[in-house]
């Protein structure tokens, strides 16, 4: 079995690789060739532990990371954690690997992936709210996808917006505006977004909410919108669709599509497109395995 550290891990998946990667799981997992996801929470004092695992051809990934939103006071990442990567046809245990990287990589990638299907075609500017890490690595990702002109920051911390600006070339706002793709990526506990601030032709891709005490986008807005999920499960339990379903302002068949679908030849329409991304085990795999070949390969 391997060990592989989070500088290994870095060295060996690229952004633009883990997009690919991250595009032919969902891809693979709508057309019914692939097991999971499933997912699992424990909460402790102070935080919780999110357990997520699935598997594609002959690997298996489960991650458990931990999230403790005290930990940068401490000088600590927020969120740490490892994958487990496994032979999927015995058992066999492959590898361990940090799993940082690749959690903030295939959640960016994700975004990408629904932005290169969803968004049109002239889409030009692009609002990221909430300017950590996710909100840079969704910057990267999208210009990986799209060509867009005009990056606009928006973080309730001015100071990590101004940041992210001198980092990516983006422009800071004191609120929320209209454009033509956004991203929300924020820890907020209510939200935020709302049906005004999202003008026709937006696709919003609602990535923050990935736990049950999370909420960033106005209910009433995904039920007026045209909604995708990367899995239709998890984001009813714990994306920002559940709002609108318990609501009852939603039904589970209200939504019109998965990410694999949409991949996958389906055509989805609307106004306004909101992508629910709440993060699943077939990214983690799908890197996870890419991880593991690349270091196998080096070594022949």
């Given at each position: 079995m391997i060990v592989f550290s989070h500088e290994q891990v870095v060295e060996l998946l690229s952004l633009d690789?883990?997009?690919?990667?991250?595009?032919?799981?969902?891809?693979?997992?709508?057309?019914g060739e692939a097991h999971g996801p499933a997912s699992a929470s424990l909460h402790?004092?102070?935080?919780?532990?999110?357990?997520?695992?699935?598997?594609?051809?002959?690997?298996?990934?489960?991650?458990?990371?931990?999230?403790?939103?005290?930990?940068?006071?401490?000088?600590?990442?927020?969120?740490?954690?490892?994958?487990?990567?496994?032979?999927?046809?015995?058992?066999?245990p492959l590898a361990v690997m940090d799993s940082a990287w690749i959690t903030i990589a295939r959640t960016g990638a994700a975004t990408a992936v629904a932005v290169r299907h969803l968004a049109r075609r002239d889409a030009k500017t692009l609002l990221v709210c909430g300017c950590g890490n996710q909100g840079r690595i969704s910057?990267?990702?999208?210009?990986?996808?799209?060509?867009?002109?005009?990056?606009?920051?928006?973080?309730?911390?001015?100071?990590?917006?101004?940041?992210?600006?001198?980092?990516?070339?983006?422009?800071?706002v004191d609120a929320i505006t209209g454009a033509d793709i956004v991203v929300t990526c924020t820890p907020s506990r209510s939200y935020f977004f709302e049906e005004r601030h999202a003008r026709p032709g937006t696709l919003?891709?609602?990535?923050?909410?990935?736990?049950?005490?999370?909420?960033?986008?106005?209910p009433m807005l995904l039920a007026k919108s045209a909604v995708v999920v990367d899995d239709l499960?998890?984001?009813?339990?714990?994306?920002?669709?559940?709002?609108?379903?318990?609501?009852q302002l939603m039904s589970h068949d209200d939504v019109r599509a998965t990410l694999g679908e949409?991949?996958?030849?389906?055509?989805?329409?609307?106004?306004?497109?909101?992508?629910?991304?709440?993060?699943?085990?077939?990214q983690d795999v799908a890197c996870a395995a890419l991880v593991?070949?690349?270091?196998?390969h080096s070594r022949r």
């Open positions: 690789e883990c997009i690919d990667a991250v595009e032919r799981a969902f891809a693979l997992h709508a057309r402790v004092d102070g935080g919780a532990f999110h357990v997520k695992a699935a598997a594609i051809g002959s690997y298996c990934a489960v991650k458990m990371n931990g999230n403790f939103f005290t930990n940068p006071a401490r000088g600590l990442p927020r969120i740490r954690g490892t994958i487990v990567l496994a032979d999927a046809t015995h058992g066999e910057v990267e990702a999208i210009r990986r996808v799209r060509d867009v002109e005009r990056v606009l920051l928006f973080d309730a911390d001015r100071a990590a917006a101004e940041r992210l600006a001198s980092d990516v070339g983006g422009e800071v919003v891709c609602a990535v923050g909410a990935d736990s049950s005490e999370k909420q960033e986008i106005d499960v998890q984001c009813a339990a714990f994306g920002d669709l559940r709002y609108a379903l318990d609501g949409v991949i996958n030849g389906q055509r989805v329409e609307g106004d306004v497109i909101v992508f629910d991304s709440t993060g699943t085990a077939l593991y070949e690349k270091a196998q």
